[in-house]
């Protein structure tokens, strides 16, 4: 028996601040402490509070260590590992009351959390599949094979109104029914999943297949029975190697112990899973061009109808689900429909997860019933815009979707909400801008990538978005027009309605909800020629005001020799020749330096 | 995989250990003193030999950590095993031995040990 488990973090972003080494360094010193035999350590999937990586949990008290080094791991040891104190420097300091050590659940950051996705993440190793069983994996498995039909798990997946957590949202249990009956007299049929996150800030499935692989193989399984497909691909991304590492892992574990492979349960079904790596385009996310990728070819998408249920892989009905909402079925299907859709709002059931970056206290992973709305996730479990500035806009669904301004801050969040303030759900990034954000250049910013990744078979994503992207330059540097924007908004509709796939049909999206709710900025753009937020280089300028005491320091680090002025006298910024760089306001030690 | 039973019997196996991993508060928990004063009295096998025995009986709803020192030294190896909803008992002078029959008496069927808590002491 174990006496103590200690989680350590592994992964994506504990990893990359040295997870792995605390973790030989914490087995090393229990070693040498010949506690081995009582102390278990543990690597983990993600906790969520990335922010204080690489964390560390000890129980049974339940100690969350945030931020440990490599030096701290001899003190953690000899000191609460082996005498029982508590290293209270180290702990997360949300969990540190008067009274002692607060529960991580009542913890502004997981109390409003509900964890279903990820209610493995930072509980099990992902590489050993016993864990897995022991929170009741693959028991999902065994119930629809032994007790169920195909027709009565696409039933209770249809009633428990789970959708598409890849971002459109479109109803999990018509998209097998569909694929089960479509075409009745098939030979061949294929499960394919959706692992190739692509938009920038996003980090859900990444997480689900590091910290906890075997359910999305469990559910693809599932889906197999429910579909009648007998062969399942994972289109992954090369660029999550720890993911494809512990899938690869976790596949060869099922295959083990008989969980995948002939006659699983001896119920007469078969069904097996292989890796696909997708080399990072953005386009091969969308489901006819991540089907064309697994083929062998050029990631392109194809026009639909014929929709994958159909005709999908290999020319044979496919189904094609997200990580995320394969996380949900082994749960579905052993809690049942009525749990699941218990949660939530009328037509979007169970929770999300989202991945919160920008300009947010608690960068990291959480995962909320839909319907918990914006200023929740951001105030109360993000903890809200560090250095005290002001909530400007939060930026959901990627390049694909929209701003939100404060307006609608108190917005229930759902799939049909969201698009009705202009923006959608995305996967689940979920990026927060304060007043230092300017919003052109956000736009900007997602334009630039959908036009890097437009894989340019249709003209009006491949050409339309170049133009945009040109206005919108044009406009960040000063030389926009009024008619601009409506030669803007007339493009945007243009791409939206005519472009073959999702990406371009989405692509102008950014623009679209910045012009509607963020208009006087490109209005300051174009008629007063600045830039409320000063992040567009060419309308910003450097001024030095009276504070200067003239201690030449702007001056010997201007790049351009810009600057002049005589020793303790005010200097000056030649505007013609400055390049905007602002490396005399970083360096000035009187802040006699100022953004116009 | 064969059958269910076995998919039950890898939970089973596996279940004591992964379910440790909460903050649950209604379990038993047994506290050694593991202090300079603890460790020198021989605090260090007391704890194996509660470790063992636990895991001999299969029990699951056990916790076992350790503390620092209470102040009285001279009555080390101490423990404290706490019933949830009971008060805490105190055993002093503790011994592998003796923890095995606390085990036995106290947790597995809630008899205290008398003659080994502090109150006998007195």
Not at chain 1, 65 to 91: A, C, F, M, N, W
Not at chain 2, 43 to 71: H, S, W, Y
Not at chain 2, 75 to 80: T, Y
Request: glycine letters at 10%; charged letters at 25%.
């Amino acid at each position: 028996m174990y006496r103590s488990h200690v989680l350590v973090c592994g992964g994506t972003g504990c990893s990359s601040s040295g997870s792995a080494k605390i973790r030989t360094e914490m087995e090393n010193e229990i070693k040498k402490q010949g506690l081995e035999n009582e102390v278990k350590v543990v690597q983990t999937g993600c906790f969520g509070l990335c922010a204080l990586g690489p964390i560390m949990i000890v129980y049974p008290e339940g100690c969350f260590y945030s931020r440990v080094t490599v030096e701290d791991v001899p003190e953690i040891v000899s000191e609460h590992l082996l005498k029982g104190r508590v290293v209270t420097r180290l702990l997360y300091k949300e969990t540190v009351t008067e009274s002692g050590v607060k529960s991580l659940n009542d913890t502004n950051f997981y109390k409003k959390q509900h964890r279903v996705a990820l209610r493995n993440c930072g509980v099990i190793n992902p590489e050993n599949i016993e864990e897995y069983i022991a929170r009741d994996g693959y028991a999902a498995l065994g119930k629809v094979l032994t007790e169920m039909t195909p027709e009565e798990v696409i039933d209770v997946i249809l009633k428990s109104g789970l959708r598409g957590r890849g971002g459109a949202g479109f109803p999990t249990g018509r998209k097998w029914s569909l694929a089960r009956t479509i075409v009745p007299d098939a030979d061949q049929k294929y499960v394919c999943c959706n692992a190739d996150e692509g938009d920038p800030g996003a980090f859900m499935d990444r997480s689900v297949l590091e910290g906890d692989p075997h359910a999305v193989l469990e559910a693809m399984a599932i889906a197999g029975y429910a579909i009648g497909a007998s062969q399942g691909y994972i289109y992954v991304r090369a660029e999550y190697p720890i993911a494809v590492k512990r899938l690869k892992i976790a596949i060869n574990q099922a295959r083990e112990y008989g969980l995948l492979g002939k006659n699983i349960f001896e119920s007469g079904f078969d069904f097996d899973i292989d890796v696909r790596l997708g080399a990072g385009a953005f386009v091969c996310g969308e489901e006819t061009a991540l089907m064309t990728s697994i083929e062998g070819r050029r990631g392109e998408p194809r026009p639909r109808p014929p929709f994958p249920a159909e005709k999908g892989l290999f020319g044979k009905p496919s189904i094609l689900n997200n990580v995320e909402t394969y996380a949900n079925v082994p749960q579905i299907i052993l809690n049942g429909a009525e749990w699941f859709s218990a949660m939530g709002t009328e037509k979007s059931k169970g929770t999300k997860v989202f991945a919160l970056g920008g300009k947010i206290t608690n960068t990291g992973l959480v995962e909320v019933p839909m319907g918990t709305t914006l200023r929740e996730i951001i105030e109360d479990i993000g903890g809200g815009i560090p250095n005290g500035k002001k909530f400007k806009a939060a930026q959901t669904g990627g390049p694909s979707g929209g701003c939100i301004p404060a307006q609608h801050l108190d917005t229930p969040i759902d799939y049909d909400n969201l698009i009705a303030i202009g923006s959608m759900m995305g996967s689940g990034g979920l990026i927060v801008m304060d007043e230092d954000n300017c919003m052109v250049d956000i736009a900007k910013f997602f334009l630039e990538f959908t036009v890097d990744e437009s894989c340019g078979k249709c003209t009006p994503c491949r050409i339309g978005n170049k133009r945009l992207l040109e206005l919108l330059n044009k406009i960040t540097d000063g030389n926009g027009t009024l008619e601009d924007l409506d030669k803007m908004e007339e493009l945007c509709l243009y791409i939206k309605n005519n472009s073959l796939c999702g990406l371009g049909q989405t692509a102008p999206n950014p623009v679209l909800s910045t012009l509607r709710y963020f208009r006087d900025e490109y209005l300051a753009h174009i008629v007063d020629k600045t830039c409320p937020a000063h992040v567009c280089k060419k309308l910003v300028r450097y001024e030095i005001t009276d504070d200067c005491r003239g201690c030449t320091k702007c001056a010997r680090n201007c790049p351009v020799g810009a600057i002049t002025g005589k020793v303790k006298e005010k200097h000056v910024i030649d505007q013609s020749k400055c390049i905007k760089c602002g490396a005399c306001m970083d360096n000035c030690n009187f802040k006699a330096i100022i953004k116009k | 995989m064969k059958s269910l039973e076995e998919l039950r019997a890898i939970k089973e196996k596996m279940k004591a250990s992964v379910n440790d991993r909460n903050d649950n508060t209604d379990k038993i928990r047994v506290v050694i003193g593991m202090a300079t004063c603890g460790i020198a009295a021989g605090a260090r096998p007391v704890m194996t030999a509660f470790l063992d025995e636990i895991a001999k009986r299969g029990l699951e709803n056990v916790t076992v950590t350790q503390t620092g020192c209470i102040g009285m030294c001279k009555l080390e190896p101490l423990v404290d095993v706490f019933l949830p909803g009971e008060e805490k008992v105190t055993y002093i002078k503790m011994t592998p031995e003796k923890a095995v029959r606390v085990v036995n008496d106290h947790i597995v069927n809630k008899n205290i040990v008398s003659e080994y808590t502090i109150g006998s002491a007195e």
